[in-house]
């Protein structure tokens, strides 16, 4: 489940684990959820773990998330956990957009921040943006936002197998160097966020997606984070 706030400056996410497709369906079940979201996006300070979101109150009063769950798992009578949350909170020089995939197993919350403080149609473009952004990461399930935020090992780890490959195949030394040069910038395009072709244009990349979105708004934009909660992954 997810929420975002109509000026896109709060926004979390919340990931419910139940035992039955029959629980994780009911209106009990989705109202829970949605209180959660709207609970954690109004807290006083983003919330960082379930413990957290659990011990929140509810709309001021003196119940907690917590006695709102043991109520629900009495009512249903199966083990319900709030098993991951993220919650992200900017101010006008930022933005913050979520997508949630059909059928509620798969969602991702960005959180955008640009060079100064923006609003009105540069923020509904940016919103937009922001929310193909998240529907990418969900298609794509990338390891890193960028080519140098990437693990080294995993790139090493990669290239080696790569070059085993190459030089068992008989391939000059000085051209394997060159062969190896592609295949990481291929790899970059399969893994990292920004090298990725863009989901709704594969002309583009997903940096230069964001690119021409900054042309028109004149508004400098930097991904500063995202959370991708899939249903086994």
């Not at 001021?60 to 083990?79: P, R």
């Not at 959180?111 to 929310?131: N, P, T, V, Y």
């Amino acid at each position: 489940e997810g929420f975002v706030s109509d000026d896109y400056t709060t926004s979390s996410l919340i990931e419910l684990a139940c035992e039955t497709d029959f629980a994780a369906n009911t209106k009990d079940m989705r109202n829970f959820a949605s209180t959660l979201t709207k609970e954690s996006s109004n807290a006083k300070k983003m919330i960082e773990s379930a413990e957290e979101l659990l011990g929140l109150s509810v709309n001021g009063t003196d119940l907690n998330i917590q006695s709102m769950l043991d109520e629900l798992i009495s009512k249903i009578a199966e083990k319900i956990i709030v098993s991951r949350t993220a919650s992200f909170r900017t101010d006008d020089t930022g933005l913050t957009n979520l997508y949630i995939h059909p059928g509620s197993l798969l969602g991702v919350v960005i959180l955008l921040k640009a060079d100064k403080a923006f609003s009105g149609e540069a923020r509904e473009k940016i919103a937009a943006l922001a929310k193909d952004i998240c529907m990418q990461a969900a298609v794509t399930n990338p390891r890193s936002i960028s080519s140098d935020s990437l693990d080294k090992a995993v790139l090493d780890a990669e290239m080696s197998v790569a070059r085993a490959q190459l030089v068992a195949s008989g391939k000059p030394e000085a051209i394997i160097d060159k062969i190896l040069l592609g295949k990481a910038n291929k790899f970059y395009e399969e893994v990292c966020l920004l090298n990725q072709k863009f989901i709704k244009d594969d002309k583009v990349s997903v940096q230069q997606k964001i690119e021409q979105t900054e042309k028109e708004t004149g508004i400098k934009l930097t991904i500063s984070d995202y959370n991708r909660f899939g249903i086994g992954g």
